[in-house]
C-alpha cells in the first residue's frame, strides 16, 4: 500500500516536471533586449564631413583598419580617401547590401562617393548605425539569437568534444558521469560535473545555482524527459543560444551569437576553428579565462580545445598545427557594458513606455533608430567634462562642486542630437538633463520680448524701456521690487538694449505691462507644457524647468516660431527587420513668422554686444549665434540657451544641492557651450526673412531712422509699418540737412 | 509656303505657352541640385503614386535633413500629408515651406492653395479665401 502510494506520487511529480519541461522549452521565446542604434552617417557628394569623423564614426562600429578592405567591417585610410566595405544592414525603408565604397575628401566635405567595384557613382547611401545599447531583460541578459544552421561545425566540434562527446548517443544523461558526482557527493565534496549538454541546459532554463541532491535528482529526470521529446538539433541550438559567456559591465554575454560579435567582432558564420575552439573553452569559466583580462590563460585553454579536438580526431594535425600558434584574434573593442550614453538612452526609453509595454521593450528584440548624433554627444560631454574640471581649478572651487547638464537638438526639424545628464557621461545616475527642475532665471525673459514684439503697433526693437526702480504690490504676495544683477538702474533703454544686458527691472515692467498671463501663454505657445504661477517672479524665471524643457523652448525660437515636438526616436523594427512604427515630424506654427523673426534678431544681439558677448572667443565671426544667459540668485544656477544655423544647444551648470557655484550664466554654462560648438563646425545663423519684415537702418544714439550721414547706426528688423517714421537729426536726409545738401550742390562746395 | 510656316510657328509657340500653364514652373525645374536629394524626392513621388504615404514622408524627411532649408522638399511633405487627409499637418507643412520659399512665387502659389484646400476640409471657408487671396498675390 504505501509503496502504491509512493509510486502514484512519483508518477504524479514525473506529469508534473514533463508538464514543466514542455512547457517552457516550446513556449520559451529567448527573451532579447531591444536594440539602440544612433542614427546611421549618411554619406552623399557635398556632406560636410572630414575624414577623420568618418574614421572615428567606423572605430565606433568597430571597422578594422585594413590595406585592403576586402571584407565588411573593414575600412583603409589613405591622403583624402577613405575606402569602406560596409556591413549590409536593413533599415526601415529596406536592406543595404554590403559593398565596398571609396569616398573621397576636400576641405571638410566629400567630392566623391564610388562604389569600389563598379566604379559607379553613388548618390546616397549610409553606414551601419552604431549600437548605443539595449534595453534588456533581467539580470542584463544579452543575447543575438542564431540558428544551427548558422554555426560552424568548428563550434558544434568543439562543443561535443569538451562538453559532451557522447552527445550524439546517450538519452540527456550520462551515467558514467553521474556516478562520478556521487561518488563525490558520498565522500563529502560538493556535487560538482558529470553534466551532459542537455543536463546543462535543464540547469540553466529550470533551476536554481543551489546544489543539493534534489535538484540534481530533478535535472536528471528533466534531462531525461527533454530528450525524450525533442531531437538532438533542437537542444544544440538552445544550448549554443543560451550559454552565458562573459560579461560586459553589467551586460551579461550569451549565446555565441553574441559572444563572436563581442569577442571577434564577427558574425557567427565567420568565426575560423582557432575562434570557434577559444569561446567553447571559455565555457568552464567565462570570467577566469576572459582573453581581454587573461590572455595567457585563455591562450592555454584554447589550445587545450584544439588538442582535444585532434586527439578525437575531429580535426587533422595539419588542421591544428595551422591555428595553434595564432593569437587570439581578440577585437580591441571590449565595449562598454549596457550602454556608452546612459543619459540618451533614458530619454529613448522613456518615450518608448508612451507606446510599448515593459515587458515587450524588454523581451521583443525590437530595433530602435534614433536620433542620436555620435559625433555631437562626445563633442557635448567631453566639453562639459572638460570645462567643469577647468573651472573649478582657474577659481579654486572645491573640486566636484559643479554638475551639469546638455542638451543638443537640431535647429531645422525635431530631432536630439545630443543628451549629457552630468560630468560623468558614463555614469548611470541622476540624469539632469531630463529631471533637474531649476530655476531658468533671464531664460525666462525672451517669451516676455516676444509677447511684445507680437503687438507691432506697441513695441519694435528700439522701443524705449523704462529700467527706473519698481515696486510692484499684489494682493496676498508681499511687494516684488526686482534688481538688476549690478544693482543699478539704467533710465530709459531701447527694448533690444534691455533684452541683450538682461535688465531685470526693464524686463519685468515690460512683463507687467504685457500681462503676467499673457507672457506665460507665450511660453506655452513656445512649447513649455508644464504649469507656472502667474506671479509677476515668474517674469524673472523664477519657475523651476528641466533642460529639455529649456530645449523645447528654445528650439520654437530657432525654428522661426514653428513648434516641432522634440523626439529621440525616428523608427521602430521589429527583430526581424520588419517596420513596426516610424515617429513622423510633426510642425505646428505657434508664432508668427516675423515676431519670431525679430526675437532672434534681439538674442543675436545679446551674443553681439549684450551678456553673451563673450561667446566671440569660441566661435568663428560670422556665425551670428543668438542665445541668452541666465543666472539665478546666489548663483545657484548657470544657464546658456543659444542656437547656430543648424543646432539647438542648453547648458545647465549648478550643484545638486542648491550650493552656490560662483558663476554666471556667461561665465560658467556658455563657456560650455561655446566650447562645444565650436568643435562642431557650426553654420552660421540666418533665418529667412518674413515678407512682412523689412530691414531699417537705425540711429543707435536716437533710436530713429539713420543713413549715411549717421556716424553710429545698425540695421534692424522692423514688421512693416512698424519702424520709426522720424529720421534722426544726424541723418542727411533729415529737413535741416536736405536743405543744406542742396545748397551745397547749387554753390559746388563743402 | 511662307504662309504656313508662319501658322506653323504661330501654333508651336501656342502649344509651348499653354503646356507652360498647365504645369507650374517650380514643378519642371529639378528639387535640388543634390543628387541625393533628387534620388530620394523622386523615391518619395514615386511611393505617393502608390498610395505609400508613410515612406513617401520617410524618404523626404532624409532628404530634408540633407537639405532643411529646401522649400520644395516642404512642400512634397505637405502633400504627403494632404494625401493622408491630415489637413492641420498639410497646412502648418505648407506654411514651414512658405517660410524658405523667398522668391518662388510659383511655390508660394502652390502653398497657399494647398492651404484654401485644408482649411476648406476642415470647413474653415473664410479662412479658406483668405489663403486663395494670398495665392493669387
Known sequence: ?750 | MRLIFSRALIAIVVAGLLSACVTTPFEESPVSGNPAVIALADTARSDIAEYRYAQAAASLERALRIEPRNARLWHELARVRLGQEDYPQAENLAKRSNSYAMNDGALRHANWKLIAECRRELGDLVGAEAALQKSKK
Open chain 1, 1 to 750: 500500500m504505501t509503496l502504491l502510494l509512493l509510486m502514484l506520487a512519483l508518477a504524479g511529480y514525473l506529469v508534473y516536471l514533463d508538464h514543466t519541461v514542455r512547457q517552457q522549452f516550446e513556449g520559451r521565446r529567448f527573451a532579447l533586449p531591444a536594440r539602440v542604434y544612433a542614427r546611421p552617417l549618411e554619406l552623399f557628394v557635398g556632406k560636410k564631413l572630414e575624414p577623420g569623423q568618418l574614421v572615428a564614426e567606423l572605430k565606433m562600429l568597430r571597422y578594422s583598419a585594413n590595406d585592403d578592405p576586402t571584407r565588411p567591417g573593414q575600412y583603409s585610410y589613405k591622403g583624402h580617401t577613405v575606402s569602406v566595405h560596409v556591413h549590409d544592414f536593413t533599415f526601415w525603408d529596406g536592406a543595404q547590401p554590403a559593398r565596398r565604397l571609396s569616398v573621397n575628401f576636400s576641405r571638410g566635405a566629400i567630392t566623391a562617393l564610388t562604389d569600389f567595384q563598379t566604379g559607379r557613382n553613388i548618390d546616397l547611401t549610409r553606414l551601419d548605425p552604431v549600437p548605443i545599447g539595449g534595453i534588456y531583460p533581467a539580470h542584463n541578459e544579452d543575447r543575438v539569437l542564431v540558428r544551427l544552421e548558422q554555426v560552424p561545425n568548428s563550434v558544434v566540434d568543439a562543443l561535443i568534444a569538451i562538453e559532451d562527446h557522447n552527445f550524439y548517443n546517450h538519452w540527456g544523461i550520462d551515467p558514467r558521469g553521474i556516478a562520478r558526482a556521487f561518488y563525490t557527493m558520498v565522500t563529502g565534496q560538493r556535487v560538482q560535473g558529470g553534466s551532459t549538454l542537455t543536463q546543462q541546459l535543464v540547469k540553466n532554463f529550470y533551476l536554481t545555482p543551489e546544489r543539493t541532491i534534489t535538484r540534481k535528482f530533478n535535472e536528471i529526470l528533466m534531462a531525461l524527459l527533454l530528450e525524450l521529446h525533442y531531437d538532438k538539433r533542437d537542444i544544440l541550438e538552445t544550448y549554443i543560444n543560451e550559454v552565458y559567456l562573459g560579461q560586459d559591465g553589467n551586460r551579461a554575454i550569451h549565446g555565441f551569437g553574441l559572444a563572436s560579435r563581442f569577442y571577434f567582432n564577427r558574425s557567427i558564420e565567420q568565426l575560423e576553428l582557432h575562434q570557434s575552439a577559444l569561446l567553447v573553452g571559455m565555457l568552464k569559466g567565462p570570467t577566469y579565462f576572459d582573453p581581454r583580462r587573461h590572455p595567457k590563460r585563455a591562450l592555454e585553454r584554447r589550445n587545450l580545445v584544439l588538442a582535444e579536438m585532434q586527439r578525437q580526431g575531429l580535426i587533422t594535425q595539419m588542421e591544428l598545427d595551422a591555428v595553434r600558434y595564432r593569437g587570439l584574434d581578440v577585437s580591441d573593442n571590449p565595449g562598454v557594458g549596457a550602454s556608452a550614453h546612459p543619459a540618451f538612452l533614458e530619454l529613448v526609453h522613456r518615450q518608448l513606455r508612451r507606446d510599448y509595454f515593459e515587458d515587450d521593450l524588454r523581451s521583443e528584440g525590437l530595433q530602435i533608430f534614433t536620433t542620436l548624433d555620435p559625433i555631437v554627444q562626445a563633442a557635448a560631454e567631453h566639453s562639459l567634462s572638460r570645462r567643469l574640471d577647468q573651472i573649478e581649478r582657474a577659481r579654486r572651487l572645491p573640486a566636484d562642486l559643479l554638475e551639469g547638464a546638455v542638451v543638443v537638438t537640431s535647429a531645422l526639424n525635431n530631432e536630439i542630437h545630443a543628451i549629457v545628464g552630468g560630468r560623468r557621461p558614463r555614469f548611470e545616475g541622476f540624469n539632469r538633463a531630463l529631471d533637474a527642475e531649476r530655476q531658468i532665471g533671464s531664460l525666462m525673459k525672451p517669451a516676455i520680448y516676444l509677447t511684445a514684439l507680437s503687438k507691432p503697433d506697441r513695441y519694435t526693437l528700439v522701443t524705449p524701456l523704462d529700467d527706473s526702480k519698481l515696486v510692484w504690490k499684489e494682493a496676498g504676495t508681499d511687494d516684488w521690487s526686482p534688481e538688476n544683477y549690478d544693482k543699478e538702474f539704467h533710465g530709459e533703454v531701447p527694448l533690444r538694449m534691455a533684452l541683450a544686458n538682461s535688465y531685470n527691472v526693464s524686463s519685468a515692467r515690460l512683463g507687467l505691462a504685457l500681462g503676467v498671463d499673457e507672457v506665460i501663454e507665450t511660453a506655452h505657445l513656445l512649447g513649455v507644457e508644464r504649469e507656472m504661477p502667474p506671479f509677476a517672479s515668474t517674469l524673472l524665471g523664477t519657475v523651476n524647468l528641466t533642460p529639455l524643457e529649456v530645449a523645447q523652448m528654445y528650439h520654437t525660437l530657432a525654428t522661426g516660431g514653428f513648434h516641432m515636438r522634440l523626439g529621440a526616436i525616428r523608427e521602430v523594427l521589429t527583430a526581424d527587420g520588419k517596420p513596426l512604427q516610424r515617429y513622423p515630424l510633426k510642425v505646428e506654427q505657434t508664432i508668427g513668422a516675423a515676431p519670431a523673426y525679430l526675437i532672434t534678431a534681439a538674442l543675436q544681439d545679446v551674443v553681439r554686444e549684450g551678456t553673451a558677448r563673450r561667446l566671440s572667443q569660441y566661435l568663428p565671426p560670422g556665425i551670428n549665434a543668438a542665445g541668452k544667459t541666465g543666472t539665478t540668485d546666489e548663483l545657484r544656477d548657470s544657464w546658456f540657451a543659444g542656437y547656430t544655423g543648424d543646432r539647438v544647444a542648453v547648458v545647465w551648470v549648478g550643484n545638486d544641492e542648491n550650493k552656490n557655484t560662483r558663476l554666471t550664466g556667461s561665465s560658467g554654462a556658455m563657456t560650455v557651450w561655446g566650447d562645444m560648438m565650436a568643435q562642431l563646425g557650426p553654420e552660421p545663423l540666418v533665418p529667412p526673412q518674413p515678407e512682412n519684415v523689412e530691414r531699417v537702418r537705425i540711429d543707435v544714439a536716437t533710436g530713429l531712422r539713420a543713413d549715411e550721414g549717421c556716424s553710429d547706426t545698425v540695421e534692424l528688423p522692423f514688421i512693416q509699418g512698424s519702424a520709426p517714421e522720424k529720421t534722426a537729426p544726424c541723418a542727411s536726409q533729415s529737413t535741416g540737412k536736405k536743405i543744406r545738401s542742396w545748397f551745397q550742390r547749387v554753390i559746388g562746395k563743402d
